[in-house]
């Protein structure tokens, strides 16, 4: 447990470095030449964000042209042998009677449902079968 904390931490730390020595390479910046008042808000096209990268060659189901991404997403929090085995006797307690069904259904979907949202960030016009296929 304390390995896995030890790890995000240094990957963490890691990736602000990274950010951190692209910005350093210029103090200021210079302003474009175009007057704010001249910007209407729709010429800019919005990037989904969250892409990890390209999957492959496949391209969304509806939308032939728009290529389906690889989101990014999160991972579990860590979790040691004592409240593993804790979470598995709860999802045995609840029974096989339909509310404990759908309350172990909800317990162990929201992994999925994180998942899905990312997918959803980085491929807007993506659809449940675009999800399926990544």
Avoid at 63 to 90: F, G, N, R, S
Wanted: glycine content about 4%; overall charge negative.
């Amino acid at each position: 447990m304390l390995n896995c904390c030890i790890q995000r931490k240094k990957s963490r730390e890691w990736q602000q470095q990274e950010e951190v020595s692209e910005s350093e390479d210029e103090e200021f910046f210079e302003c474009e030449t175009a007057s704010i008042s001249s910007f209407d808000g729709t010429s800019r096209k919005r990037l989904p964000e969250g892409r990890l990268m390209q999957l492959g060659d496949l391209k969304l189901l509806h939308h032939d042209d728009e290529p389906l991404y690889i989101p990014i997403t999160q991972e579990p929090a860590p979790l040691t042998e004592d409240q593993l085995e804790a979470q598995a006797d709860v999802l045995v307690r609840l029974g096989t009677h339909a509310e404990g069904a759908a309350l172990r259904a909800r317990m162990q979907s929201a992994s999925l449902t994180s998942d899905m949202e990312a997918f959803k960030a980085a491929n807007p016009k993506a659809s449940l079968e675009d999800f399926v296929r990544w």
